[in-house]
């Protein structure tokens, strides 16, 4: 065994002195890629040397491109454009506002040319209508007396007395005798009367103001408008303030006495107060309302004219009806004649200034 052991280290020995060392392989060094670092948001960087501008998105990846005008360049650019836009629309705006007002303009000019088109070509049937309205009412007037002036002359050849001084004396007698008539009528159709009356008054008050507003000529008044106020004056405020007058007389009255407020100074002042508010108030939209339906215009038209007319009317009421009202609802007019007074002084009250 000895023997054995001293053969294997000598081939051993043997075997490393014949083969040649082999070299050390070179170690080869594997490459590194490195990954782009991770952003959470694109962001861009300039470039002032090379003149580039480089936008990083969100894996990190730069592309570059030649940059342009700078980033203050562009926002110099949006804030000058948002004021030009800004000023557009002002100016839109402004545009838009004076296009109203010219639509306005025009539909009042076309208003105006269309009524004043329509009295040139009705001038000419001014006179002959007049003339019919005159006679007409001067016969419904004095037809009883112009009967008794014809069956005078006829029978001038029967008569002690000439027919002509006859005939004169009577005419004399025509007020006294028209306020009689009047006044029958007053008490047998108090409303029918009174509507009429209204109706007169209306009628002349808007003829008178008419002739003030500078149509002196016959051709060139507005008879549409002096009829629509004739009816105005007979459907509304005639019925209208008859009722209106009742009820200040009599419940209105009543319930200020029973409360404590004797006739006297103050129970005239809260009728004139409460003629001024709730009835001026009533009377004046429902009048301009109603003319504006008869001028043919839109409801809508009329109820917005009749709003933008209401504190103008009532205001110009105050400067005038007030102290009238002091005469008409105090004992010195009985009430059966304070509807007459009130038309008769409406007439000077359509010409106020």
């Known amino acids: ?34 990954e782009p670092a991770q952003v959470d948001e694109p962001r861009v960087e300039y470039d002032d040397e090379d003149g580039l501008v480089c936008v990083i998105d969100e894996n990190g990846f730069k592309s570059c491109a030649p940059a342009g005008p700078g980033l203050e360049w562009y926002e ?23 296009k109203k007002l010219l639509v306005a303009k025009q539909k009042e000019l076309t208003s105006v040319y269309d009524e004043l088109r329509f009295e040139v070509r009705n001038a000419g049937l001014n006179g002959p209508i ?17 009967f008794i002036v014809i069956s005078l002359y006829e029978n001038d050849a029967y008569m002690e007395a ?33 509507a009429a009356t209204s109706c007169v008054s209306y009628l002349g008050g808007d003829l008178t103001a008419q002739a003030v ?8 008044l507005d008879l549409p408008r002096a009829a629509r106020n004739g009816l105005l004056g007979f459907f509304l405020h005639g019925p209208l303030l008859h009722f209106w007058i009742l009820f200040l007389e009599g419940p ?5 006495m029973g409360s404590g407020l004797t006739e006297g100074p103050l129970l005239l002042v809260a009728k004139v107060a409460l003629d001024q508010t709730l009835f001026a108030v009533t009377i004046n939209l429902a009048y301009a309302f109603i003319d504006g339906i008869l001028s043919d215009q839109s ?18 009421s105050w400067r005038f009806w007030p102290l009238v009202h002091l005469i008409s609802y105090s004992p010195l007019i009985p009430v059966w004649k304070l509807r007459h007074h009130v038309d008769g002084v409406e007439v000077d009250a359509t010409n106020a200034p």
């Not at 053969?7 to 043997?14: D, E, G, N, R, Y």
């Not at 110099?76 to 004076?98: C, I, P, W």
């Not at 507003?213 to 060139?220: A, D, M, P, T, Y």
């Open 213 to 220: 507003e500078g149509r002196r000529r016959v051709g060139l």
């Open 130 to 146: 007049l003339a019919f309205v005159f006679c007409a009412a001067l016969v419904a007037l004095l037809w009883k007396d112009l």
């Open 162 to 194: 000439d027919w002509l001084p006859e005939s004169l004396q009577l005419f004399g007698r025509l007020p006294m005798d028209f306020l009689r008539d009047y006044t029958a009528a007053a008490v047998a159709m108090p409303v029918l009367t009174k």
């Open 1 to 34: 065994m000895a023997v054995l052991r001293h053969l294997v280290a000598a081939a051993a020995v043997t075997s490393a002195l014949v083969t040649p060392a082999a070299r050390p392989r070179p170690r080869t060094r594997r490459p590194v890629i490195e």
């Open 299 to 316: 409801p809508s038209d009329a109820w917005r004219r009749s709003r933008q007319v209401l504190v103008p009317s009532v205001v110009q």
């Open 252 to 256: 209105f009255a009543k319930l200020l």
């Open 76 to 98: 110099d650019e949006l804030v000058s454009n948002e004021k030009k836009l800004e000023a557009v629309e002002a100016k839109l705006e402004t545009l838009k506002a004076e």
